[in-house]
């Protein structure tokens, strides 16, 4: 029998968290359930330990990437499930998520059905990383940045040192299982709405989420983020450079500008490519 955690990153989540574990530990079907708890102020460590979870505290909040590693790194699973402890997450789909990985796949995530709890904004921003990620990977992409999800243990820890402290831990660790041709697959949940208030801010978390895009294009393949970029300089400057000679007769310094941009984008986008392929050596 497979050996199974489940690690729930928890910052001043009392209210859910209780009844959150003993609905995961009533299934039978984990061996441990270990709750990170990241600075919380609330009762969210008693709460976790009398509900029968395995409570591991960072004296200060770190944010809720770091609290996955420090999850991955403790659990004694070989197979690691990763859920919120607000209540978002239903415990009833882990068996859909365990069989799957019996399938052989290397990577679960559980995509967000229409109907779930999301507000427009994030919505729709989900749905923009969902497509750029699967032109990026030339995968289909359900769910970039769900936080639910089942992945072999010994797979995900060869990308701790890629994972943010922040939020985007679930774009990170997917992209990388693209780049590194494990098996990623899908299956449907849906995300109920949190109970507490939510750790999310408008602004910061705006800013955040354009980082995201940016990220998926260097964790995967840069140069096709890249190379669009460059062929579009490419064409502008050719365009303006035929005005310019049937108009005066003459090369401008805004063609000669486009076309030194054009090839000073290509080659960013060929270093970085290099760079990424770095990234991802085999250690072994």
Request: charged content about 20%; cysteine-free.
């Amino acid at each position: 029998m497979v050996k199974t955690s489940v690690v729930l990153p928890a910052k001043n989540e009392a209210g859910a968290i209780g009844q959150t574990i003993e609905q995961i530990l009533a299934l039978q079907l984990v061996d441990e359930v270990i709750v990170v708890n990241d600075g919380s102020s609330d009762q969210t460590l008693q709460v976790a330990e009398q509900a029968g979870a395995k409570v591991i505290s960072h004296p200060y909040s770190k944010g809720n990437g770091a609290a996955i590693k420090t999850g991955a790194r403790h659990a004694q699973g070989e197979i690691i499930i990763f859920m919120d402890a607000d209540g978002q997450h239903d415990p009833a789909d882990i068996p859909k998520f365990i069989e799957k990985l019996e399938q052989g796949y290397d990577l679960v995530v559980g995509a967000r059905q229409k109907g779930s709890q999301a507000s427009l904004g994030r919505g729709f921003a989900n749905a923009f990383y969902n497509k750029l990620a699967t032109y990026m990977t030339e995968h289909q992409v359900e769910d970039l940045t769900s936080g639910f999800r089942a992945v072999r243990a010994e797979k995900f820890r060869e990308f701790l040192y890629l994972l943010p402290n922040g939020f985007s831990y679930p774009t990170t660790s997917t992209m990388a299982f693209f780049r590194a041709g494990y098996s990623v697959t899908y299956i449907p949940i849906h995300a109920a709405k949190r109970i507490g208030k939510s750790h999310i801010r408008l602004l910061r978390d705006g800013t955040r989420f354009v980082l995201i895009i940016f990220k998926i294009a260097t964790l995967y393949s840069p140069l096709k983020m890249f190379l669009p970029i460059a062929i579009l300089l490419f064409m502008m400057a050719t365009s303006w450079y035929g005005y310019t000679l049937y108009e005066y007769s003459r090369f401008t310094n805004m063609s000669a500008l486009l076309y030194t941009g054009s090839i000073m984008v290509f080659l960013m986008g060929l270093i970085s490519e290099q760079i990424t392929s770095l990234m991802y050596k085999d250690s072994e």
